[in-house]
């Protein structure tokens, strides 16, 4: 259960959650810092990556093209890398559901 960090996240998230969510990704590690969602969400689909992101052009492509790749909307407005973390943290349970149910392909965390 891997993520890709969309660029509107801090990159310092993949290695503070390494321990939860290991080989996850920013699209800064992957020169995509700056590119378009659709080129995004074509990487995730690609390398089995989930997204997580706070953009709502992220949400209304899960719905229009469900998945793969499953999207983890952050909504938590302005926040701090802190505050995201610990918010992957207490919904691991939900998200690891979230990741096996092949029916769903939007996750929206408050």
Not at 12 to 23: A, C, E, G, Q, Y
Not at 26 to 38: F, L, N, P, Q
Not at 71 to 97: F, M, P
Request: aromatic share 8%; hydrophobic share 45%.
């Amino acid at each position: 259960m891997r993520l890709l960090f969309d660029e509107n996240l801090s990159p310092k998230l993949t290695s503070r959650l390494s321990d939860r969510f290991p080989d996850s990704l920013h699209v800064r590690d992957i020169g995509m810092k700056a590119t378009v969602d659709s080129l995004v969400w074509d990487y995730a689909k690609a390398h089995d990556l989930m997204i997580v992101s706070k953009d709502a052009d992220m949400h209304d492509l899960s719905l229009a093209l469900g998945n793969p790749p499953k999207v983890i909307w952050i909504r938590l407005g302005n926040c701090s890398t802190a505050q995201v973390e610990d918010l992957l943290r207490q919904h691991y349970q939900v998200i690891v559901q979230f990741y096996q149910d092949a029916t769903v392909s939007l996750l929206a965390l408050p």
